[in-house]
């Protein structure tokens, strides 16, 4: 009884800050022991990453030094490379010099083959002849390095940046090949490792490389050095009180170590500090969410009134309320659906309204100019000239395709029509133009799945009649016009294309923004795409319509798409229907 009784003393607000503390105090707790747990794993994860990461670098350390032999042996095995001492004996002293240069040529492409800038120098010892990358050897004085054949070794020489070498002899012959690899693009190569403080050091030659933008001292390196045995390690070093990890791999091709050394305190460091962090942004949210509690229970009448008043504007016709200042989450999500189906209201009332006068000049101007007068008259020209040759084969086509056009056309008490029919009215149309202009071609591929459905009269032959006009006439040679027609589970599509002069890209967003628009832009043609694309709109739903692809100079595609969705919009069917 008496815990039922504080209960009911509670109010709904007293409830859910008793309940914001008792979470917030579970999440911490539930945190202390998902932490304890975790972090000996996250240790071994770590420890495995870093092993995998300097895997990763010696692998990779290994793959450049191997392409790059791979590169002097296949350059050693060149027709030119191995033809130079013929030329140097027999030849002319024009040929002697273009052969070298093709062979620094080549040995210029080699070099930039990798990502290292090598020095590969070839050495004749028959003709005392050097051919390098570097064309400062290749025109001195003939010396081969004395140094063991088929080992990297480690030169230093003074005033001269440290690199590797390697000299080999060539199975096909008395050449000698020498790579060099400047130690730069080995530091360049541990700058890309950024997990840790990396170095290599070459056990044969007793050379330690660091990257110079973060060197270890020289007691740290010296203190490493003897700690690596065998192919791969991982140790944990004790340096003046601060543990660190040292993780390091040999390289197979030759005696080079990748170490790896970096505190261990980097690794902890973050899990406990992200640990405080966490647990003073749950205290910090605690003291906001009771704020903020007892900010909303003072922000809940003010949201209500506003919301009542605009929805009663909006009931009493004013369709341009809308909810504003709205400081409540809760009340401004409300609000803003409410804004939202204001606007769609008040969309679909302008759209229905200014459809309504598009249809109507639509129609005003299909009634007005259904046919051409210039176009009759070339048709009746075309008989009569054909006529006067005795050409009556070309008279009964002529006089057949023009009745069947304008029979279609005249019809006004049938509003709508199949693409079937406006595929027939389209080839009658075409035919008269192909009769007319033998360089005009057409071909129609429609399925007749296709052919059954409903479409709006008078569709096509604006777009195909655009075709002609803007395209086909104002362009140099024969035209084509072709129509095709796919479909899927939820549109169909028909596409006008033809091979004209096209559009820039700026005359096809002027005709795109047209056509689009709810009203016609001022000084620019195309009335029938534009109406063209507003009728769809309005009898098949939103979704349907027309879009223009079209490049200068290669021609233009008109794409019809039609939804499956007249349902949604019945009205705009019934004012087309009219």
Not at 37 to 48: A, Y
Not at 126 to 148: A, G, H, I, K, W
């Amino acid at each position: 009884m008496g815990g039922n009784t504080v209960s009911q003393r509670l109010s709904i607000f007293q409830k859910l800050m008793l309940g914001l503390v008792l979470m917030f105090l579970m999440i911490v707790a539930v945190f202390w022991l998902v932490y304890r747990l975790n972090v000996n794993d996250i240790q071994k994860e770590l420890k495995n990453n870093k092993i995998a990461e300097v895997k990763f670098m010696t692998s990779q350390l290994t793959s450049h030094f191997e392409q790059v032999l791979m590169n002097t042996t296949t350059l050693s095995e060149d027709q030119s490379v191995r033809s130079y001492p013929y030329i140097l004996v027999n030849g002319d002293q024009y040929s002697k010099y273009e052969a070298k240069l093709n062979i620094i040529n080549k040995l210029a492409l080699t070099s930039a083959s990798t990502s290292w800038n090598v020095l590969i120098t070839l050495y004749y010892t028959d003709q005392l002849e050097t051919v390098s990358s570097d064309s400062s050897l290749s025109f001195s004085r003939f010396s081969l390095p004395v140094q063991p054949r088929d080992k990297w070794i480690i030169h230093s020489e003074d005033n001269q940046p440290k690199y590797y070498s390697i000299l080999s002899k060539s199975y096909l012959g008395p050449i000698y090949l020498e790579t060099r690899v400047p130690l730069d693009s080995l530091r360049r190569l541990l700058q890309q490792y950024t997990s840790g403080t990396p170095l290599l050091y070459d056990a044969m030659n007793d050379v330690v490389i660091q990257n110079s933008s973060d060197p270890l001292s020289a007691e740290a390196t010296q203190r490493i050095i003897p700690l690596l045995q065998g192919d791969q390690g991982f140790l944990t070093v004790d340096e003046n009180g601060t543990q660190y990890l040292l993780n390091y791999m040999k390289s197979d091709m030759l005696d080079l170590y990748f170490v790896d050394y970096h505190p261990m305190l980097q690794f902890i460091e973050p899990l406990s500090r992200n640990n405080t962090i966490f647990v003073c942004s749950i205290v910090l949210l605690l003291l906001l969410s009771l704020i903020y509690t007892l900010v909303l229970r003072r922000q809940v009448q003010k949201p209500v009134i506003t919301l009542r008043q605009a929805i009663g504007r909006f009931d009493r016709g004013d369709y341009s309320s809308r909810v504003s200042d709205l400081n409540s989450s809760e009340f401004r999500m409300l609000g803003n659906s409410f804004n939202r189906m204001a606007e769609n209201a008040q969309r679909l009332i302008e759209q229905v309204l200014v459809g309504e006068l598009d249809i109507r000049e639509a129609r005003l101007r299909q009634y007005q100019a259904q046919i051409n007068p210039h176009f009759l008259y070339n048709c009746l020209n075309f008989i009569q000239s054909k006529a006067s040759v005795e050409d009556y084969e070309a008279v009964s086509a002529m006089t057949l395709h023009l009745g069947s056009y304008c029979r279609y056309v005249h019809n006004i008490e049938q509003p709508d029509s199949t693409v079937e029919q406006e595929l027939v009215m389209v080839e009658h149309y075409l035919s008269i133009m192909h009769m007319r202009k033998r360089s005009i071609t057409f071909s129609i591929a429609v399925s007749e799945a296709i052919r059954r459905y409903p479409l709006p009269k008078m569709i096509l032959q604006p777009l195909v009649e655009n075709c002609i006009k803007h395209g086909i006439e104002t362009a140099v040679g024969p035209g084509k016009i072709s129509i095709e027609g796919e479909e899927d589970e939820q549109q169909f599509r028909i596409v006008i294309r033809d091979n004209g002069a096209g559009m820039s890209e700026e005359r096809l967003a002027s005709v795109r923004k047209h056509i689009d628009g709810l009203t016609a832009t001022e000084g620019l043609s195309g009335t029938g795409t534009r109406n063209v694309n507003q009728r769809l709109r309005l009898f098949f739903g939103k979704r349907s319509g027309l879009a223009i692809e079209s490049t200068l100079s290669e021609g233009t595609a008109y794409l019809l798409t039609i939804q499956n969705e007249k349902e949604e919009n019945p009205y705009a069917a019934a004012i087309i229907g009219r």
